[in-house]
């Protein structure tokens, strides 16, 4: 990928050629690559009796032997000197453990980086090895796509031409290109400081977006959003403007004369908390909890990367993406505790911190998202660090008004390798939203349970008859990455929808219900 430069162009398509070889790889095979990645099971010695280099790599194994998760690196003689990793996993492994192990085997890929890499499988049965396989190489396109670099000085870095898969097992290396790229993109717009990604900035890059894909888009400002009684949205951006908006893109699938829909009701909409910079306002916060709150904007980016990827891979369903642009600045206009303000759906919302400014921002933009009648909204925000206290930043929290979709949501999270944990909605909960003076407070005094009662209040702003789910992003950023991405930035919840969107059962459940409804 290109050094970044100022002007935020995001990063292209990594131009990787995929091709698949129905049998293991040969001496011949071996020189022309730069590097092959090995997969295999913990503790099986003949696993690798058919390889050329079996030799070496067994002994290798004997010296230092390999638990599932470990990874083992060597240099081939008698080749070109290609560097062989060697990554274990166990036949049991969960779809994450797998992705884990990817990660470690692409740290390996030393700069500049190989041009060619090759992929073998052994010692599985060929579910395990389609999942193998699907996980270095989801590895491999993710490592094509950096995190922006300032230096005046960049590191020479090799891009990766193609990726040779030596098994019968057929992954979809369209999807995982898709994937990476959009997760690419998400990691690229949350890197940049604040002073490049602003609000205004952010909606030029959606737009240019929108153009090479072919999507509608339309802009609400603050004069069209006090018009529409954006009172919530309205209070958070007053201290600074600097372009905040709710940014509206539309896909609609092809119809049947080759012709791309424009109306009609989304089947799913994709909310993201677009905060460019938090500085909690009135309610300031300490210099350590402010210093990456430039990042604080991840979770519309997971919305607009998201719908890409959908429309890049033609999805047969319409998607809307509502990214909710601002910034929570201080000033002498800011909004404070004990302000009272009237959201767009009517309900007044009693201030108590500022720094709340998430799901003040989100309230007005789900409920303009719902005007839309999808079947399907699911919102995504850096919104609570009590569900980085809950879970750390390896899970996801999920909310949602469905309890029955509860087991859904989590499974779309062990198959992707992107993990979720449900948290409750009881309705008991709402109790500590209780103000005497307006219909809700805004959050509780205190910071128990605040993910859950974030959750209770954005509940407020979805109506009942349409399903939502609500995720709090701990693993948008982690020191070392997590999984299959190696950044700090992780892009974390492209993956996780692609899979719950086009592999579950939901999408199908959401059709069903339309037409026995109408």
């Known amino acids: 990928m290109p050094r970044a430069s100022l002007d935020l162009a995001l990063p292209r ?91 470690r085997m692409t740290r390996e890929l030393e700069d500049p980086g190989p041009r060619r890499i090759g992929v073998v499988c052994v010692g ?88 090479q894909h072919g999507w509608r888009m339309r802009f609400y400002g603050r004069r069209e959003l006090a018009r529409r009684g954006a009172g919530a949205f309205l209070a958070v951006t007053q201290a600074h403007d600097a372009g905040a908006g709710i940014v509206h893109l539309s896909y609609r699938p092809m119809g049947p004369k080759g012709a791309r829909g424009t109306r009609g009701a989304p089947t799913v909409a994709l909310v993201g908390k677009g905060v460019c910079f938090d500085t909690g306002g009135v309610n300031l916060k300490s210099h350590r909890s402010m ?29 809307d993406a509502w990214l909710a642009l601002a910034e929570n600045q201080i000033g002498p206009h800011a909004y404070k505790p004990q302000d009272v303000v009237r959201a767009m759906n009517g309900t007044t919302i009693q201030v108590v911190h500022s720094d709340a400014e998430g799901r003040m921002l989100l309230a007005d933009t789900l409920t303009l998202a719902a005007r839309s009648k999808p079947r399907l909204i699911i919102d995504y925000a850096t919104l609570t660090s009590a569900c980085v206290t809950a879970l750390s930043e390896r899970y996801a929290g999920v909310f949602t008004n469905q ?62 008859t349409i399903t939502w789910a ?27 929808t692609l899979g719950l969107l086009l592999d579950s059962r939901l999408v199908r459940k959401l059709a069903t219900r339309r037409s026995r409804e109408r």
């Open 124 to 211: 599985h049965d060929s579910a395990g090895t389609s999942r193998n396989i699907e996980a270095v190489s989801a590895a491999i396109w993710a490592r094509a796509y950096r995190l922006p670099s300032f230096k005046s000085k960049a590191k020479r870095r090799t891009v990766v031409s193609e990726l040779r898969v030596f098994h019968a097992a057929t992954v979809d290396q369209r999807r995982l290109a898709a994937e990476a790229h959009a997760n690419g993109i998400v990691r690229w717009l949350t890197a940049f400081p604040a002073n490049i990604l602003s609000p205004a900035r952010y909606r030029k890059e959606a737009a240019r977006l929108a153009r």
């Open 470 to 496: 609500h995720f709090d992003l701990a693993p948008a950023q982690r020191a070392g990455g997590l999984g299959h991405v190696t950044t700090d930035i992780t892009g974390f919840g492209v993956r996780y």
């Open 291 to 319: 210093l990456d709150m430039h990042t604080d904007m991840s979770g519309s980016a997971v919305a607009l990367a998201t719908l890409a990827a959908l429309t890049t891979l033609k999805a047969p369903f319409g998607v």
């Open 403 to 464: 309890p029955g979709l509860r087991g859904l949501l989590e499974e779309a999270g062990v198959t992707s390798g992107e993990r979720v944990w449900s948290f409750p909605m009881d309705a008991d909960f709402d109790s500590d939203l209780e103000s005497r003076v307006a219909d809700i407070l805004q959050c509780s005094v205190d910071s128990k349970a605040d993910h859950i009662l974030a959750a209770r209040f954005l509940n407020r702003f979805v109506p009942k």
């Open 13 to 103: 398509a990594a131009p990787i050629r995929a091709t698949r070889v129905a049998r293991l790889p040969t001496l011949r095979d071996m020189s022309a690559l730069d590097t092959i990645l090995v997969i295999g099971a913990p503790a099986v010695r003949t696993q690798f009796s058919k390889l050329p280099f079996a030799k070496e790599l067994q002994r290798l194994l004997d010296r230092r032997p390999a638990e599932s998760g470990a990874v083992r690196v060597l240099r081939l003689a008698g080749t070109t000197s290609p560097l062989c990793v060697f990554g274990v996993v166990a036949r049991a492994a969960t779809m994450f453990e797998r992705l884990l192990t990817a990660g």
